[in-house]
């Protein structure tokens, strides 16, 4: 409920006053009241309007303690004497998807870079604690509070709102959201630290935001691409780890555990974008994951079809994570050593040499073209560069063959 809530708790703080930075402390403060009385007194009957009043009640008590800034607000306050009991009429606030999807555009304002964008979504749109956004960030929570509050003083400087950008901004900040919404569920679906593979929590938060996306611009292409992306990657979720919570690779996964409801969904909101309109690296990235969904068997793989789908994605949104799964689909359908020459120019890259997956895929690769010593090498490589455990475990393993 909290989180279906926050975004709209949060919308009505902004729209009266402003302050992200302020608004997202009295939201916090009500949530903590709410742990604390609800249990006692019950659930309220409207939650919401509980929540929206105790946060303007503290927001206006924060506020007033600040005279040399906050003038105009306490004298309204003062002549209002309800305005810390309920909104005002025209406060009324917007449904939650609307305050949602500002909210991400708020967050994901040109003057942030990508991962304050990313760290103050999680916050402030998602709700997540700051220890989790600080694990996803491998920093300690203390750095990740010292950046938040960057982030949000940046907002400040920059004068944004609570708005939604005007239309020549749009294609831009669109794309921003999707691009936050996308890195949220690639650490949710394969964490990048830590003793566990999966955080579903994580990856169903960045897929709830992204239907919020979709169902306010449900003619964008690129939206509905990227819904069906997330749709059709975690419905793998459930095979992706062994009762011990270790790695299970693609070609060993148990495909009935895959679920078919989030895979018919993804293929059918694939079929209405793909004849529709331009086609955007999401919707491609839809296409090669709902390849592998309608595959029965690892062997009954179209890698031609993949093979041919990452040569379109590398022409419209070049990449060197693009390359590496690129190399892996030319390599199954046309033979390792092509797959490969695909990875040489890699290999010349400083930022790709120190991150494992480079290391992983080239050892996979060796390993088919029947060079084992070499391919050793780099899964030691691989191993000692990722700092997951489970990844860390099945780099190792491969060590002693397949």
């Known amino acids: ?46 939650p919401r309007a509980w929540l929206v009043r105790v946060a303007s009640r503290r927001l206006i008590d924060r506020l007033r303690a600040d005279t040399a800034r906050t003038r105009r607000e306490t004298l309204d306050a003062a002549r209002r004497p309800d305005a810390g009991v309920a909104p005002a009429a025209d406060d009324t606030p917007a449904p939650a998807v609307d305050d949602t999807l500002r909210l991400l555009f708020l967050c994901c304002h040109p003057a942030l870079s990508r991962p304050s964008q990313v760290a103050l979504t999680l916050r402030a749109v998602a709700g997540l604690p700051v220890a989790q956004i600080a694990a996803a960030f491998a920093v300690p929570a203390r750095t990740m509070t010292q950046r938040l509050n960057r982030a949000r003083s940046a907002l400040r400087q920059a004068g944004a709102r609570f708005t939604m950008p005007p239309p020549r901004s749009l294609p831009d900040r669109v794309a921003a959201v999707l691009d936050v919404c996308h890195l949220v569920f690639t650490e949710g679906y394969t964490r990048t ?47 992706r780890t062994d009762s011990g919570g270790d790695l299970v690779p693609l070609a060993e996964q148990d495909r009935s555990r ?15 974008a793909l004849p529709r309109g331009p086609v955007g690296r999401y919707q491609l990235q839809a296409a090669i994951a709902a390849v592998h969904a309608e595959a029965p068997t690892f062997q ?83 191993a000692r560069l990722t700092a997951s455990l489970p990844e860390q475990r099945y780099l190792n393993r491969r060590l002693t063959g397949p």
């Open 1 to 46: 409920m909290w989180r279906r809530e926050a975004p709209h708790v949060r919308g009505a703080l902004l729209r009266r006053y402003g302050h992200a930075d302020a608004c997202d402390d009295a939201v916090q403060e009500a949530a903590e009241a709410a742990v604390t009385r609800w249990p006692v007194t019950g659930v309220p009957d409207d």
């Open 193 to 239: 630290c830590g003793d566990s593979l999966v955080d579903g929590e994580l990856a169903e938060e960045a897929i709830r935001l992204t239907r919020q996306i979709h169902t306010a611009l449900p003619g964008h292409h690129e939206v509905t691409g990227a819904l069906a992306l997330m749709l059709l990657t975690h419905a793998r979720s459930p095979a």
């Open 258 to 272: 895959w679920r078919r409801d989030l895979i018919d969904e993804g293929v059918t909101l694939l079929g209405q």
């Open 300 to 382: 009954a793989t179209d890698w031609r079809q993949i093979s041919v789908l990452y040569d379109m994605l590398s022409r419209v949104a070049p990449s060197p994570f693009v390359t590496l799964n690129q190399a892996v689909a030319v390599a199954m359908a046309h033979g390792p050593a092509l797959g490969l020459a695909l990875l040489d120019p890699l290999l010349t890259d400083a930022a790709m040499l120190r991150h494992h997956r480079l290391h992983a895929v080239r050892a996979h690769l060796l390993e088919l073209n029947g060079e084992p010593d070499a391919a050793a090498e780099h899964y030691r490589r691989a």
